[in-house]
């Protein structure tokens, strides 16, 4: 039985920060891919961030969240982080971790962002 839980989120100002950890109860963490995602307000849920299996040396993230946001995984903890600075309003979103082992995927229940003076 595949877990994620995130944590971290929460309101912050425009051109705050806030990290985000994405905790997995799976084994073998490091053999997977991982991804956070969000859907804001009568949209669609969309990549955020992508990191590679073993060491994450591969990432991948959304055209606007580019060099705001880092991704980073801890395999010895079965954590994934989204470390997120200069934020903006339009980054408010429900941030979603998720797993896919090739059979299936899965999500958790998600954490609340929101960036608002």
């Known amino acids: 039985q595949v877990q994620l839980v995130e944590s971290g989120g929460g309101l912050v100002q425009p051109g705050g920060s806030l990290r985000l950890t994405c905790a997995a109860s799976v084994e073998a963490f490091g053999a997977y891919a991982m991804r956070w995602f969000r859907q804001a307000p009568d949209q669609q849920r969309e990549l955020v961030a992508f990191?590679?299996?073993?060491?994450?040396?591969?990432?991948i993230y959304e055209d606007s969240v580019k060099g705001r946001f880092t991704i980073s995984r801890d395999n010895a903890k079965n954590t994934v982080d989204l470390q997120m600075n200069s934020l903006k309003p339009e980054d408010t979103a429900i941030y979603y971790c998720?797993?896919?082992?090739?059979?299936?995927?899965?999500w958790g229940q998600g954490t609340q962002v929101t960036v608002s003076s």
């Open positions: 990191i590679s299996s073993g060491t994450g040396a591969n990432t």
């Open positions: 998720n797993l896919n082992t090739g059979r299936r995927a899965y």
